[in-house]
């Protein structure tokens, strides 16, 4: 670990570019950073090692002016040898590279629009897990995800979900048990062939000595089959929503690559 902590900082000096520090310095005669300086910082973010320690692949994360966001594109650094090789392109966020087992696929979430031939008409920019082949080639969608449903309350729990009433009585909203069930419900109510759900405590109140505040449960249902996980999450409301959102989409990345899906 120590080795691969060294090789990561080594790697993140080397990727910074040589006028970077020139380009995001105050302007002259200044000492104080603005709010833009800030803002138009290009930020360089999770490295990924391949399972042969001879590539990283990384997120380089900057501002577009004229839209007023953030876009983030895939690079490749060759451990090896001085090398980088730029993998997307385009004003969409890229995001979450992961490789595959073997090293021979690296998969991201991306927001790209999805090829014509399954796009429908009432698509928004969603994000989809693709695959890449990081020597060549176009991305492919991994998912088309069909719809979200947003339930919070037990009532929509039973009625959308069809989660059973004694169910919940019995364990209780937040729980494997729950997770799964809606999952189940997600999976059949969209007709797909995947279903996953989180059910948790995201803050700020909520939360018991039992089940505290960032205990979350996710669950993803397919057909004969299921996979369902408890954590812990830390952080304020939002950051916890997202993290478990992120938890959640890399649970279907893994059981997609068969990849172990790891424990809480």
Known sequence: MKNRAILLCTLFLLLVPAGAAAEEKPAAGSNKWTAEDILLVEQALDFQVSP???????VKSLMDKEKGTRISNLFLSSLTEKKEIQLTRGSVSHSGPRWSPDGALISFLSTRPLPETVKKKDDLEKSQLWLLNPSGGEPWHLTEFERGVVAYSTDAKEEILAVPPQLLRDV?????????????????LSG???GLAITGIAGPTG????KPVGLVCIALAWEGGHVEREYRLHGGRELIKY????MALEMLRRHLLSVPITES
């Open 172 to 188: 209780g909203a937040v729980s494997l048990e729950v997770a799964r069930a809606m999952a189940d419900g997600a999976r059949r």
């Open 52 to 58: 042969d320690g001879r590539w990283a692949v990384w």
């Open 207 to 210: 939360g018991t000595p039992e």
């Open 243 to 246: 993290r478990a959102a992120q």
């Open 192 to 194: 797909t062939s995947f």
